[in-house]
T-cell receptor
Framework: KQEVTQIPAALSVPEGENLVLNCSFT??????LQWFRQDPGKGLTSLLL?????REQTSGRLNASLDKSSGRSTLYIAASQPGDSATYLC???????????FGTGTSLTVIP | EAQVTQNPRYLITVTGKKLTVTCSQN?????MSWYRQDPGLGLRQIYY???????DKGDVPEGYKVSRKEKRNFPLILESPSPNQTSLYFC?????????????FGQGTRLTVV
């Protein structure tokens, strides 16, 4: 069974710093990997989707990479802002495309 | 606007009283699924549906039922809720065509069973 781990569980950084969030998964037979943001008590907002054949995706200050063979993905956030404070979740889709497996998330706090 | 809509957003109920949480999407997605989110356990999949009249169990299906009679709707049914089903529930949908399965989530339903 696929297991997804996110390290660290919590991270606190001063505003303006660049930071990296990590996601690892045990089964490399995935369809794609998706990074989400969740604000307290709210739903999940999709940030980036990386298909299994891709190595990275970028959106604004966010860059996500995927190394499928080693079972790792990173989310890089440049020039962090207090508004980036949230929980970040990664999820992998099974190779049949019908099951999602989530990590437990990294809670990010950006200090003004 | 593309969206997944869940209702209700908040629900407090008593043990054993049947309830239904509705989920509707307007993106004509084939795939829909339900998750529960608990502290320290993350999101776990309850049920999913690949298309109308096609449903299957996820990782934690016990105590839940679903149906998919129409493409846009995927209700979650708790026939006899128990306190251990107190949780935050999310519905999601995605398209399985074109090799991309980007998931869109509803805003969540916070359920408390007393």
């Amino acid at each position: 069974k696929q297991e997804v781990t996110q390290i660290p569980a919590a991270l606190s950084v001063p505003e303006g710093e660049n930071l990296v969030l990590n996601c690892s998964f045990t089964d490399s037979a995935i369809y794609n990997l998706q990074w989400f943001r969740q604000d307290p008590g709210k739903g999940l907002t999709s940030l980036l989707l990386i298909q299994s054949s891709q190595r990275e995706q970028t959106s604004g200050r966010l860059n996500a990479s995927l190394d499928k063979s080693s079972g790792r993905s990173t989310l890089y956030i440049a020039a962090s802002q207090p508004g980036d404070s949230a929980t970040y979740l990664c999820a992998v889709t099974s190779d049949t495309g019908n099951q999602f497996y989530f990590g437990t998330g990294t809670s990010l706090t950006v200090i003004p | 606007e593309a969206q997944v809509t869940q209702n209700p957003r908040y629900l407090i109920t008593v043990t054993g009283k049947k309830l239904t949480v509705t989920c509707s999407q307007n993106m004509n997605h084939e795939y829909m699924s339900w998750y529960r989110q608990d502290p320290g356990l993350g999101l776990r999949q309850i049920y999913y549906s690949m298309n109308v009249e096609v449903t299957d169990k996820g990782d934690v299906p016990e105590g839940y039922k679903v149906s998919r009679k129409e493409k846009r709707n995927f209700p979650l049914i708790l026939e006899s809720p128990s306190p251990n089903q107190t949780s935050l529930y999310f519905c999601a949908s995605s398209s399985v065509q074109g090799g991309v399965t980007e998931a869109f989530f509803g805003q969540g339903t916070r359920l408390t069973v007393v």
